[in-house]
């Protein structure tokens, strides 16, 4: 298995722009989630995903924030419009629950790193 | 509601020497508890997990932590310290009925001297 795969790596833009990372989970995982790693406030959940389907996104830091997962192989974060303050490092991870079992851990992606200038 | 408190945000050891990363934990129910590390510009990875089995649970690279529920502890050790340990290393917490997300410490930073 390729692991969790985002894209890109790397994205430098203006301020204003819009922004849209990519992520694709592992195969055969249901949980989905979204990160963001900054020196000042360290790892961040964004939001996360069951089975596509947004569960809690109480981490979103505002209204410009906005993530979707179309299909169980594919999820965004699109930040509109992005402002310096944005910039971090947003990872993607996946997680398969065993039903009622307790959790397993997360593979993590290696994150895009953002610079809004 | 669960957390987890890493005690020392960065530690400093000689190469060859014992490696100790302090956590301690809060969960009102029976906890998972977990390792990461990440080294410079990399994502994380799962060093070892604890999910109610043997409390002393071996990790990879020579890791290892204890579980203590006595003192809410897992503390991450290693033998001796090799260069490429150097890293940040994050305790992480999860508990309660079905499934529950993660809660990460603000991590440690290992340094490791030659």
């Known amino acids: 298995d390729a692991g969790v795969i985002q894209s890109p790596r790397h994205e430098v833009t203006e301020m204003g722009q819009e922004v849209t990372l990519r992520c694709k989970p592992i195969?055969?995982?249901?949980?989905l989630f979204w990160y963001r790693q900054t020196m000042m406030r360290g790892l961040e959940l964004l939001i996360y995903?069951?089975?596509?389907?947004?569960?809690?996104d109480s981490g979103m830091p505002e209204d410009r924030f906005s993530a979707k997962m179309p299909n169980a192989s594919f999820s965004t974060l699109k930040i509109q419009p992005s402002e310096p303050r944005d910039s971090a490092v947003y990872f993607c991870?996946?997680?398969?629950?065993?039903?009622?079992?307790?959790?397993?851990?997360?593979?993590f992606g290696s994150g895009t790193r953002l610079t809004v200038v | 509601a669960q957390s987890v408190t890493q005690l020392d945000s960065h530690v400093s050891v000689s190469e060859g020497t014992p490696v100790l990363l302090r956590c301690n934990y809060s969960s009102s129910y029976s906890p998972s508890l977990f390792w990461y590390v990440q080294h410079p510009n990399k994502g994380l990875q799962l060093l070892l997990k604890y999910t109610s089995a043997a409390t002393l649970v071996k990790g990879i690279n020579g890791f290892e932590a204890e579980f203590k529920k006595s003192e809410t502890s897992f503390h991450l050790t290693k033998p001796s310290a090799h260069m490429s340990d150097a890293a940040e290393y994050f305790c992480v917490v999860s508990g309660g009925t079905g499934f529950q997300k993660l809660v990460f410490g603000t991590g440690t930073r290992l340094l490791v001297s030659p």
């Open positions: 995903f069951n089975n596509n389907v947004p569960i809690d």
């Open positions: 195969s055969g995982h249901d949980y």
């Open positions: 991870a996946s997680s398969l629950a065993q039903g009622a079992e307790r959790n397993y851990g997360y593979t």
